[in-house]
C-alpha cells in the first residue's frame, strides 16, 4: 500500500515536478523529498518568514535569519533528522534554558508562541536544511501591502486552523470563542512584535464592538460590489503619516456558515441559542459561501 502511495507520488512529481521554480537543491533528492521540501518552503514563508526573513534591513529585524538559525543549529556533522528535532524542540518548548542563540534572546526577546503542528515544522526545517535560503530573498514581505497581507493572512491561518481545530474535537459550540481574535495568541504577539493593531470590522458584526466605521463601509461597499462582479479584491492601504492603515477582504468559505450562515438551514439550534445569548445584536447571519464577511483592519508603523 505504501509503495503504491510512493510510486504514485513519484509519478505526480514526475510530472509535475518540473513546474517548481527556484530550487537550489542538490541533485541527490528524491522526489518525493522534493515534495516535503517545496511544502516546507511554502509553509517557512508562511509562518516563519514574518520574523526570520533576511530581507528586513538589520536594524528593523524582529528576529534572527534564517542563516543565523541554521549557523547556530548546524555544525558540519549535524544530520538532517538532529536538525529537525531541534527545530521541533525549541519551536514546542520555546524555553530560554535550551536556547542555542542567548544572544538573540536578549537581543529580540523571546521568540512567542503561535499556533504550529510539529508536522508542519518538521518540513520547514527540511527546507531550511536543504535549501539555500540566503539566495531566495523574494518572499520577505517588503512593500507595506505585502506587509499588510502577511499579517492578514498569517492570522487568518492561525485562526482557521483553531475553528477547525476546535470544532472537529469538540463541536461547533465549543469553538464560538475561537472566532474571536483576542483568544489568539499569535494575533498579540504579532500585534508587539509589530507594533500591528489587527482588528476585523463588518457591516453586519456580530461583535457590536467590531462595527465598521464610515472609511470601512466605503471600502465594504467597494468589495461587494467587486465581488459581484468577479472581481479581484485587492487591499486597500492608506499612508497615515507616521503609520499605514491596511484593508483586506474577508470572505466565507462552508466552514463559516456553521455560525454565520443562515439558521434554518446551517445553523444548529444549540449554536444558535448560545449566540444570542453571548451577542444580543448579532447581525452577522444568513451568510453563502464566497460573500463578503468583513474586512481586515490594520495599522502598523512605518
Ligand atoms: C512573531 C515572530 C516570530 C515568528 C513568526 C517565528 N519566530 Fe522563530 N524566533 C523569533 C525570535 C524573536 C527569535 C530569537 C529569540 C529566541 O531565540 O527566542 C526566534 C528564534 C528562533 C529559533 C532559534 C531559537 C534559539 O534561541 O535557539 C528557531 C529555531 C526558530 N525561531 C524557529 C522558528 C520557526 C520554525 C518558525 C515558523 C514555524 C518561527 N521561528 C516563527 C520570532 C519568531
Ligand atoms: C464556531 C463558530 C464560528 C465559526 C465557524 C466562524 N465564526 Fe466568525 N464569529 C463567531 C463569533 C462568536 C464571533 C464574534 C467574535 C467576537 O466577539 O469578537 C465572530 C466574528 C467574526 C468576525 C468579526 C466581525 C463580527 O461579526 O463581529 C468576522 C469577520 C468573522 N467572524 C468571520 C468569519 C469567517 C470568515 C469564518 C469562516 C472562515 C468564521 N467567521 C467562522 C463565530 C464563528
New binding site residues.
Given amino acids: 500500500m505504501k509503495k503504491k502511495i510512493a510510486f504514485a507520488l513519484l509519478l505526480v512529481m514526475v510530472f509535475f515536478g518540473c513546474k517548481q521554480k527556484n530550487q537550489t537543491y542538490s541533485k541527490k533528492e528524491s522526489k518525493g523529498d522534493l515534495a516535503v521540501i517545496a511544502e516546507g518552503e511554502k509553509l517557512s514563508t508562511q ?2 518568514a ?3 526573513n533576511s530581507e528586513t534591513a538589520a536594524d528593523q529585524r ?3 535569519t534564517i542563516a543565523e ?1 541554521k549557523k ?2 548546524r555544525s558540519s556533522n549535524t544530520t538532517e533528522t538532529d536538525f529537525v528535532k531541534a ?1 521541533q524542540t ?2 514546542e518548548k520555546l524555553d530560554p534554558s535550551i ?3 542567548p544572544k ?2 536578549e537581543k ?5 508562541k ?1 499556533a ?1 503542528t510539529n508536522d508542519d ?1 518538521a518540513k ?1 526545517a527540511k527546507y531550511w536544511f536543504r535549501s539555500d535560503t540566503e539566495a531566495k530573498k523574494q518572499e520577505a514581505p517588503k512593500t507595506p501591502e505585502e506587509k499588510g497581507i502577511a499579517i492578514a493572512l498569517g492570522t487568518k491561518k492561525v485562526l482557521g486552523k483553531n475553528l477547525m481545530g476546535t470544532i472537529q474535537k469538540k463541536g461547533t459550540d465549543a469553538a464560538l470563542k475561537f472566532c474571536n481574535l483576542k483568544a489568539l495568541h499569535l494575533t498579540d ?2 500585534a508587539t ?1 509589530f507594533g500591528a493593531t489587527i482588528t476585523r470590522v463588518s457591516d453586519k458584526a456580530r461583535n457590536p464592538k467590531n462595527k465598521a466605521d464610515s472609511t470601512a463601509l466605503e471600502i465594504i461597499a467597494a468589495y461587494k460590489s467587486n465581488l459581484a462582479e468577479g472581481k479581484k479584491l485587492e487591499a486597500v492601504v492608506q499612508d497615515k503619516g507616521t503609520e499605514y492603515q491596511f484593508y483586506y477582504p474577508i470572505t466565507t468559505n462552508s466552514m463559516c456558515l456553521q455560525c454565520h450562515g443562515v439558521p434554518s438551514k446551517n445553523v444548529k439550534p444549540v449554536v444558535l441559542k448560545n449566540l444570542k445569548a453571548l451577542y444580543p445584536a448579532d447581525k452577522a447571519l444568513g451568510y453563502d459561501v464566497n460573500q463578503l464577511r468583513g474586512i481586515w483592519n490594520i495599522t502598523f508603523p512605518k
Fill in positions: 509562518q516563519c514574518l520574523c526570520h524582529v528576529g534572527p538559525i547556530a543549529y527545530v525549541w519551536v536556547s542555542k542563540m538573540a534572546v529580540y526577546k523571546l521568540m512567542p503561535g504550529y515544522v520547514i504577539s504579532m512584535k
